[in-house]
């Protein structure tokens, strides 16, 4: 595996996890948090992107 599929999976992971999170933990105080869905949508995205690349370009 290349380490730039290896860390940029980790990151979007990562960044889906804080999302995941932030809505938890927004919901629990009735607030509205726009930037957790915007997390959420990037790392899903980005894990997509990821395996679209890596099934595209196997080494």
């Known amino acids: ?13 990562l960044v889906l996890l804080a999302g995941i999170v932030g809505i938890v933990t927004s919901r629990q105080k009735r607030q509205r948090n726009r930037w957790a869905g915007w997390f959420i949508l990037f790392g899903c995205c980005a894990i997509v992107s990821a395996f679209i690349n890596y099934s595209l370009n196997p080494s």
């Open 1 to 13: 595996m290349e380490p730039g599929w290896i860390v940029g999976t980790s990151v979007a992971v």
